[in-house]
């Protein structure tokens, strides 16, 4: 039986690693994640899990011996000033199955592991879902070297927390495992509208993320007429203004500009450079949604006589989640009393990782109230307990 009164006084113990008030901020290869995953891992080891870290500082905690394992698990860190539950809550209610199983001594044929997934979030370094794409083999090429603000690398910041510095050398081979399971917070309000606490995820977005640089001529502002310049900001806005036509037109598609930099920027000089991040997500056709948006900045660049420069800094694909292991965790949320719908992932998943390489995935959504990445997130402890129930039954059916 999951225990609602461990499970919340977990999840408080847990939010005070990083945390102020409702807030927590618990940066990915930080030492408050690792104090979160060295608390997560003494939880684990008292159950009598084998608890072991690796190169790019993900931590596992295994039960059972040899063969195929079940992993199943989140993320620890968060972003700057977010909340107590994204990515969290899928390690807590992880940690509160497997305690349910062990004290209900259920026999399982497979070994089961509970993975505590190292910066997923990329708010340090730029770089999301970096433990699981590590241990998939998925991580960029020099990715080590990528520097936080304050101008420590990736190597360097594993190092402080005791590893070698080469986080590819996390990498396993995903024959090991049976299938991967992650619960996570719903971070948009559908559950929460339709009133019910779970969902199952069918698929999650494609996303696309890069920086643009727009180069045109700085001039003053008084002396230089309309027809004179090479506005970049105003190229830019023009460009801006397609992202967001373009993916209305779009179905299941958005695209976002949340960054944008003017250089030199002052107020009596036409702008000479403007530089801007983009986000495009797209639950299908993915690939024409960015096609579609870098072919519209090219053309406004051409006719305002600037040049755009596309930096790709992230490409994941549309990943559809295992069919067999949705129909596991639809049975699974049925047996907590649960008619939990299929929902597509609007947010990247560590579970992209696994699925991507062939692992057999699934997730299971608990409703927030508030959202995601805010201290405003908000997951009850009931929901809570019904999601790690279901997880239970999961890992009870795929284990034994
Ligand atoms: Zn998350």
């Known amino acids: 039986m999951i225990d609602q009164k461990r499970l919340l006084r977990r999840t408080t113990e847990l939010a005070q690693i ?12 930080s030492a408050d994640e690792q104090r979160a995953r060295d608390l997560v891992g003494t939880w684990l080891s008292a159950k009598g899990a084998q608890v072991r870290r690796d190169a790019a500082a993900n931590l596992f905690a295994r039960f059972g011996g040899e063969g195929e394992a079940i992993l199943v698990g989140s993320h620890l860190d968060s972003v700057p000033e977010g909340g107590r539950f994204d990515g969290a809550l899928g390690v807590l209610c992880a940690v509160e199955a497997l305690e349910s199983l062990v004290d209900a001594e259920v026999r399982l044929r ?16 730029g770089v999301g879902l970096f433990g699981s794409a590590a241990s998939f083999g998925r991580l960029a090429p020099g990715v080590a070297d990528r520097r936080d603000r304050d101008g420590v690398s990736i190597a360097e910041a594993l190092r402080a927390l005791g590893e070698r510095g080469d986080p590819a050398a996390a990498r396993r081979d995903p024959a090991e495992l049976a299938a991967y399971l992650e619960l996570h917070i719903e971070q948009g309000p559908r559950l929460d509208g339709a009133g019910l606490p779970l969902g199952i995820v069918s698929d999650i977005v494609g996303i696309y993320h890069a920086r643009v640089t727009i180069r045109g001529r ?55 450079e403007a530089v801007f991040s983009l986000d495009l997500r797209a639950a299908r056709d993915h690939d024409g949604l960015v096609r579609e948006v870098l072919d519209g900045v090219t053309s406004v660049a051409s006719s305002r006589g600037v040049t755009a420069t596309i930096d790709e800094l992230a490409r994941v694909p549309v990943t559809s989640l295992d069919p067999k292991i949705r129909e596991v965790l639809k049975r699974a949320t049925k047996s907590v009393g649960v008619e939990a719908p299929e929902l597509v992932s609007g947010a990247g998943h560590d579970a992209q990782n696994p699925a991507l390489s062939g692992v057999r995935t699934g997730m299971i959504f608990v409703r927030s109230t508030g959202g995601s990445h805010t201290p405003r997130e908000f997951a009850s402890v009931e929901d809570a307990a019904l999601g790690a129930q279901a997880l239970a039954n999961a890992i009870r059916e795929l284990a034994s």
């Open 18 to 29: 990083g945390g102020s008030g409702a807030a927590v901020s618990r940066l990915g290869l």
């Open 218 to 272: 700085a001039d003053h502002a008084g002396a230089t007429v309309m027809t004179a310049r090479a506005d970049a900001l105003a190229a830019a806005s023009e460009m801006v203004l397609a992202v967001e036509r373009i993916a209305r037109g779009r179905a299941d598609s958005v695209g976002t500009v949340g960054e944008i930099a003017v250089r030199p920027g002052a107020k009596n000089v036409v702008p000479g």
């Open 110 to 125: 497979r070994p089961v592991e509970v993975v505590a997934w190292a910066d997923e979030e990329g708010a340090r370094f």
